[in-house]
């Protein structure tokens, strides 16, 4: 199993930055992948920007050029650096990882504020 646990939400104003964090417990030998996925209020949840293990990276198109997905292999963590946030990019984020089991499990998710 992994356990996965995200931090580094909060409230920013818009035009700020944030840098999430997620830290990987367990068997971290059996990810395949890991990611960040978001869920505003009422609405479902989204792709924000996934990292295989080989390091191909991809970004949802409303986050491509402010969002950096990266990790730290040594420290068992994935970040998410946030750039000109926005207040549409309110929302609880999820850290993802997909196993080689063919299983996935998700974060207990942090909330990002972007308000004025």
């Known amino acids: 199993q992994v356990q996965l646990v995200e931090s580094g939400g909060g409230l920013v104003q818009p035009g700020g930055s944030l840098r999430l964090s997620c830290g990987a417990s367990?068997?971290?030998?059996?990810?395949?992948?890991m990611g960040w996925y978001r869920q505003a209020p009422g609405k479902q949840r989204e792709l924000v920007a996934t990292?295989?293990?080989?390091?191909?990276?991809t970004y949802a198109d409303s986050v491509k050029d402010r969002f950096t997905i990266s990790r730290d292999s040594a420290k068992n963590t994935m970040y998410l650096q946030m750039n000109s946030l926005k207040p549409e990019d309110t929302a609880v984020y999820y850290c993802?990882?997909?196993?080689?089991?063919?299983?996935?499990?998700w974060g207990q998710g942090t909330q990002v504020t972007v308000s004025s």
């Open positions: 993802s990882a997909d196993l080689s089991t063919g299983l996935g499990t």
């Open positions: 367990g068997s971290i030998f059996s990810i395949n992948a």
């Open positions: 990292i295989t293990r080989a390091g191909t990276i």
